[in-house]
């Protein structure tokens, strides 16, 4: 149903935690480890019922965990972070690892680096403007 927005999206997963830059406007985002667990999920294709009914067959979990999921994903689209896309009918299970800081799934934002990363050290230089170049914003 979801993929990563590859067009403007670098994604990746590092020890449980989700990293998504936003090459086009610099700025980089950050998941709560079950938010990390359920964006791997959704870009890897599952559906997500199948993602509802995992998180709803935890132990603890809230009754409100439909309403959770759904702000999640909206926040994730409302960023382009991720865009329609296939879905296969895999099985969707969480590890106790993804619940180890509960059943919040947050999405945060960060600009402090959004400087650098417009900037392309490594293929923008120019004799007259030396180096870095900013990129153009479009």
Request: hydrophobic letters at 45%; a negative charge; charged letters at 30%.
């Amino acid at each position: 149903m979801y993929r990563i927005n590859d067009e403007k999206m670098f994604f990746d997963i590092a020890d449980g935690q989700a990293v998504v830059i936003n090459f086009v406007t610099g700025m980089y985002y950050g998941t709560s480890t079950l938010g990390s667990a359920v964006l791997d999920k959704l870009v890897n294709g599952a559906s997500v019922e199948k993602i509802l009914a995992a998180l709803n067959a935890a132990d603890g979990c809230p009754s409100d965990i439909s309403a959770k999921l759904d702000a999640f994903i909206k926040a994730l689209s409302d960023k382009e972070i991720i865009v329609s896309g296939d879905t296969d009918d895999q099985d969707v299970n969480f590890d106790k690892a993804a619940f180890a800081d509960g059943f919040d799934m947050t999405l945060d934002e960060f600009a402090e680096v959004q400087d650098l990363l417009l900037a392309d050290p490594i293929h923008d230089v120019d004799v007259e403007e030396g180096w870095p170049v900013k990129k153009d914003e479009d």
